[in-house]
């Protein structure tokens, strides 16, 4: 019987004194698989079987329907951040302007009902997220818990890696950090290797899956030994549990004990895990990844994409902006009308307000329903919570007045860090790391489909100005002049 259904607030709270036992058990009884070779299949084989069927399916698809056009492309498009130019594969998710994101068709909330849970827990285990972007099947809580003890068995770093971040300078923020840390660990990529010693093209997606795995496994252990190097002297633990899951053991190495705590982390590494891949972090690993460049490289490189501020670095960026607005407003939690003055303060002075807006979305992100839903759980009488909550009334219908915003709702970054902070995550510059981390799960997995289907190495057309005026000139005439001819480099 699952106990966390009873009333999982009262569930987790009462455990809390015996932290040891928590998280151990798993629950086996929730979750069917959905395909595969049924519950006990493991990943590797699973996911074979599954590249093998979508290799042949695609292939007929690309023989009949190559041809097919999905829309045109605007001069404006391409000085618009090519926003809604259909150009991306991206098999592990799909992004619905108005519903949100789908993981390989399962929206949030089936993902909550459905996935494999800690048994002290009702938030699904990312774990399982990894399993289910793979395959595109829900695995069982078995199939889930092979790949924690895979993890928790490749989590230890080399001496080199632990060596070169703890000589990093303190004031190096943590992404700077982090990207160099995985970037490093491609010393041994297996896919690296396995190139070189003439692997043949068609193997290439199992040394990539390899790494990824790897590269998962480490993530936890990496981002901890940062955040303990720059706000904890360095002291603490470093070593994996292998009876906890994978959020636990990383809140146990940042030095957390608190069950709550880990099941946020439970919640936010599901959320973040993709969110298909036209956003920066995303688009940059599959694009380094394209010129085959090892899953290390690549999704350094995506890290220092969901570092900018616009993207990643956002959940950072809302956090400073409402404790200035508290210091400001000299209270926690000040009241809607001096809120509303203080939104209108920070877009005079010509900034964003951050965790507002979206590039693809058009009504307010369900991953930040999502946590929002946490917070009305776990803290509801938390005055920065509080204030969230306001910011979310009051904002909306500012940016709906300004014509130029295309969608005037919260997205994921809005709620994060609050919640974060409550249980005592305080260092804001750290939070994107954790962003980071979960973002892993999405791209490892696309990097590993896209060498299953052999996409080539991704090359768009560009063009200066001078050559679209020329071709808006002679559009009557040739096509062919805004052509750069021989360019292939
Ligand atoms: C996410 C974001 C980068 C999307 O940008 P976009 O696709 O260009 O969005 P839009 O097409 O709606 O932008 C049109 C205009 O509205 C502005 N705008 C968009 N969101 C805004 C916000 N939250 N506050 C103020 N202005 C905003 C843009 O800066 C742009 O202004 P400009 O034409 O003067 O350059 C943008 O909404 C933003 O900067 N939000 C705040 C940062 C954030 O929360 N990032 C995390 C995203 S998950």
């Not at 789908?102 to 849970?117: L, V």
């Not at 030095?255 to 919640?267: A, C, T």
Request: aromatic share 10%; proline share 5%.
């Amino acid at each position: 019987m699952n106990f966390f259904r009873r009333s999982s607030h009262q569930c987790v709270r009462s455990l809390a004194p015996n932290m040891s036992k928590i998280c151990r058990r798993w629950n086996s009884s929730k979750c069917d698989t959905k395909g595969g070779k049924g519950g006990k299949a493991d990943l590797r084989s699973v996911l074979a079987e599954k590249i093998k069927s979508e290799q042949e399916r695609l292939k007929k698809f690309v023989k009949e329907h190559g041809n097919t056009k999905l829309g045109e492309v605007k001069i404006s498009q391409i000085y618009g951040g090519m926003r809604g130019i259909p150009a991306l594969l991206c098999e592990t998710s799909l992004l619905d302007p108005n519903e949100g994101i789908r993981f390989r068709g399962f929206s949030i909330p089936e993902c909550q009902k459905q996935m494999p849970k800690a048994e002290c827990g009702d938030e699904p285990l990312p774990e399982g997220i990894f399993w289910l972007l793979l395959t595109g099947n829900i695995p069982t809580a078995e199939q889930t818990k092979m790949v924690t003890d895979e993890w928790n068995a490749k989590a230890a770093l080399p001496d080199y890696v632990k060596k070169m971040l703890d000589n990093l300078p303190k004031d190096l923020h943590p992404m700077s950090q982090f990207s160099m840390a995985v970037t490093s660990l491609n010393k041994d990529s297996k896919f690296l290797k396995a190139y070189h010693s003439g692997v043949k093209r068609a193997e290439f997606w199992k040394y990539s899956l390899e790494d990824g795995i790897t590269l998962l496994a480490k993530l936890p252990n990496i981002a901890a030994r940062i955040y303990r190097n720059i706000y904890r002297d360095g002291k603490g633990c470093d070593e994996i549990d292998k009876k906890l899951d994978w959020s636990a053991n990383y809140g146990r190495m940042l030095g957390f004990d608190d069950p709550f705590f880990f099941e946020l982390l439970r919640l936010y590494l599901f959320l973040h895990s993709d969110h298909d891949s036209g956003n920066v972090s995303s688009h940059t690993t599959h694009l380094v990844a394209s010129a085959l460049s090892d899953p290390f490289l690549a999704y350094g490189a995506g890290l220092s994409g969901l570092a900018g501020p616009l993207h990643g670095l956002a959940n950072q960026e809302v956090l400073d902006w409402i404790g200035k607005m508290q210091k400001e407003l000299g209270s926690k939690n000040p009241p809607e009308d001096k809120v509303k003055e203080y939104v209108q303060k920070t877009l005079k002075s010509g900034h964003v307000i951050p965790g507002y807006g979206h590039a693809v979305l058009r009504k307010t992100d369900p991953r930040y329903m999502a946590l929002q839903a946490f917070g009305e759980r776990y803290l509801p009488k938390y005055e920065t919570y509080l204030l969230v909550k306001t910011i979310y009334k009051v904002v909306p219908p500012i940016l709906k007045s300004m014509q130029k915003i295309k969608n005037p709702w919260a997205n994921v970054d809005a709620h994060s860090g609050v919640l974060l902070r409550y249980y005592g995550l305080k260092e804001m510059e750290y939070y994107t790391v954790l962003f980071g981390i979960s973002r892993a799960i999405g791209v490892l997995s696309s990097i590993t489909w896209h060498r299953a289907l052999q996409i080539p190495i991704e090359r768009p057309k560009s063009f200066t100005s001078d050559a679209l005026m020329k071709f808006v000139k002679g559009k009557s005439g040739s096509k062919s002049k805004c052509d750069d001819k021989g360019d292939k480099k």
